[in-house]
């Protein structure tokens, strides 16, 4: 059976037709660029390069996964640090909070040896709250304070001081923190 074939010199850039006997079987050889090659004249993909198109897919997306659980884990490990950072930064405010009830305590015992406390005495960064107990000669002052936090809980820390007062002087004769 008489066929038209195709065929492309490049030196020309001419496309030649030429009339020749081809079997049917034949044409999609002729057609397909010869052995082994597609319709585009590009090699064939046959067996295992054909199977890495699916597994450079499967190979993208383990990536991309990768990166996202990474990346993912890494940011819950900053939320993290930074929660316990701003935690101890409160608990340090509330440990200040607590030495300034102190210090009120012992100015006002120095100016009125009957001072007894406050409550809710309020600063920038908390508020504390100071008990005065007259034991001898000397006075048991316990200062707890209230760190002003977003959190739930709020941070609070006391610390206790025995001061003793006299000729216009306090001496602080002991002292505990975090009772």
């Not at 090659?37 to 067996?47: E, I, K, Y």
């Not at 930064?89 to 001072?115: D, K, T």
């Amino acid at each position: 059976m008489s066929k038209y074939r195709a065929s492309y010199r490049p030196e020309t850039t001419e496309l030649l037709f030429a009339i020749s006997s081809v079997s049917v079987h034949s044409a999609p050889f002729l057609l397909s660029g010869g052995r082994g090659r597609g319709p585009t004249g590009l090699p064939r993909r046959h067996g295992l390069l054909r199977s890495k198109r699916g597994s450079t897919l499967a190979a993208a997306l383990a990536l991309a996964f990768l990166i996202f659980a990474v990346t993912t884990a890494s940011l819950l490990r900053v939320a993290s640090s930074h929660a316990q950072i701003t935690l101890r930064h409160h608990q340090a405010s509330a440990l200040y909070l607590a030495e300034a009830g102190i210090a009120q305590a012992a100015a006002r015992l120095a100016v009125n040896p009957a001072y007894s406390g406050e409550t809710g005495t309020r600063l920038s960064t908390g508020a504390f709250d100071v008990s005065v107990r007259p034991a001898g000669g000397r006075y048991l002052v316990t200062s707890i304070g209230y760190a002003a936090s977003p959190l739930n809980k709020k941070p609070k820390k006391t610390v206790q001081a025995v001061l003793r007062v006299g000729g216009g002087s306090i001496v602080v004769t002991d002292w505990k923190e975090d009772l």
